[in-house]
């Protein structure tokens, strides 16, 4: 599942589970409780966001392995090529193996 349609999904069941709580706090004027779910749900928010966008890490290392900085790092908005990563650090780049199946 790609991350945008995974947030969005976890998104509308929060909205879900949320609102009506709302609604209901608010139908019968218990504006504390209303203030409370609205702020659960803007954790919730920023929970989901740092869960689904934030918790992907990279492939390949941003940084070189020795520790030396170069041209695209850190304070321009030059993309690293990757071909370039590739040749001078071949072990973060090893092919993965297929599985078979077994008969």
């Known amino acids: 599942m790609k991350r945008k349609n995974k947030f969005l999904a ?11 709580l709302i609604i209901f706090s608010v139908t019968f004027y218990l504006f504390v409780y209303s203030f409370a779910y609205i702020f659960a749900f803007f ?4 929970i989901l966001y ?3 966008y934030k918790g992907k890490k990279p492939k390949y290392p941003l940084v ?31 092919p993965k193996k297929k599985r078979r199946k077994k008969k």
Do not use: M, N
Not at 10 to 20: E, R, S, T, Y
Not at 43 to 46: D, L, P, T
Not at 65 to 84: L, S, W
């Open 10 to 20: 976890l998104l509308f069941l929060g909205l879900i589970v949320f609102v009506p």
């Open 64 to 94: 070189p392995p020795e520790g030396q900085t170069d041209i695209y790092f850190p304070r321009t908005d030059i993309p690293r090529p990757i071909y370039e990563d590739v040749r001078r650090y071949p072990g973060f780049f090893k």
């Open 50 to 52: 740092k869960h689904v």
């Open 43 to 46: 954790v919730y928010c920023a």
